[in-house]
């Protein structure tokens, strides 16, 4: 197993914490926290093919990160207020009290 | 140079494993921020060190304020800081299929023949990534602040609420 695997393995573990952390957990923040991590696990694989790759100087892997970080800082904000609206409608942040649309 | 990865590796997987299993959420998120860190650490390691502080910057700084904000303004007593377990069922479930994932993806990366790396640490000075931004990617940057703004104005509207919100009911 070279470096570069090592790193893809890395990277799928953490993907699964994320995604068995957002399947299991009921509150609405630890959800969007499993999301979070599954985006992290998405950017090791670019910086790792990056790093790599054939053509480090193009510097695509290191430019797409640093999108996926912007996207991921405004998916956390939109999802976190999102939190705040469903508790001032419920009194509660869990996802299986989340049954309505209209507060 | 293997041990460092592996090390960054344990410290980032166990510490996000236990921020997720953990039942307190404030401990969580304090977890979630060391492994974000060690994130940005890996980013260092593979040689991308704007990524790495653009992390460490918006992870460690800007996210997880956010996330402790959110768990305040959503907790009514101290034992709301405490989430109850999720049901077996559920959780057995959640992670088979995590489990699966990762087994997939680990399998596949494995059996995948990878040439070898021959060259070293590749280093992508600032003034490099700055002259691709304002080149070739400048619409997606243009893009990127369009969507920032509109998810802030987003976050402030549906996070104030409106007037009915504030006067009563539920």
Redo the contacts between chains.
């Keep these: ?21 957002a ?5 609405a ?2 959800v ?3 999301v ?2 599954m985006l ?1 696990a998405a ?2 694989n670019f ?2 093919f ?3 790759g054939p053509a ?2 193009a ?1 695509t ?3 797409f ?3 996926a ?10 999802g ?6 469903l ?5 509660s ?1 869990r996802l299986q009290e989340a049954t309505r649309l209209k ?1 | 140079m293997n041990l460092t990865l592996l090390l960054l590796g344990l410290v980032i997987l166990a510490s996000s494993a236990m921020a997720l299993s953990l039942r307190n959420i404030v401990r969580s998120v304090l977890l979630l921020v060391l492994s974000w860190f060690g994130i940005a650490a890996f980013y260092l390691w593979a040689g991308a060190e704007f990524a790495a502080f653009a992390q460490a910057l918006v992870y460690g700084g800007a996210v997880s304020m956010v996330v402790l904000f959110a768990v305040l303004l959503t907790g009514r007593s101290h034992s709301d800081a405490e989430v109850p377990p999720p049901p077996k069922g559920r959780l057995v479930w959640a992670l088979v299929a995590g489990g699966a994932a990762a087994g997939i993806i680990a399998a596949t990366a494995i059996r995948t023949p990878f040439a070898a790396a021959t060259n070293g640490v590749p280093s992508l000075p600032v003034r490099d990534l700055g002259l691709l931004l304002m080149g070739p990617q400048l619409a997606a940057l243009l893009v990127t602040g369009a969507l920032l703004t509109a998810a802030l104005l987003g976050a402030v509207v549906i996070a104030a609420g409106t007037k009915d919100d504030k006067e009563g009911a539920p």
Excluded: D
Aim: aromatic share 6%; proline share 1%; with cysteine.
């Design positions: 197993m070279n470096t570069l695997q090592m790193c893809l393995v890395l990277s799928g573990l953490l993907f699964g914490i994320g995604l068995a952390a399947l299991a957990r009921s509150s923040i630890l969007l926290m499993g979070e991590l992290n950017n090791l910086i790792a990056w790093r790599f480090p100087e510097g892997g290191v430019l990160v640093l999108f970080i912007a996207v991921a800082a405004a998916e956390a904000a939109v976190l207020a999102l939190v705040i609206a508790y001032r409608h419920q009194k942040i507060g």
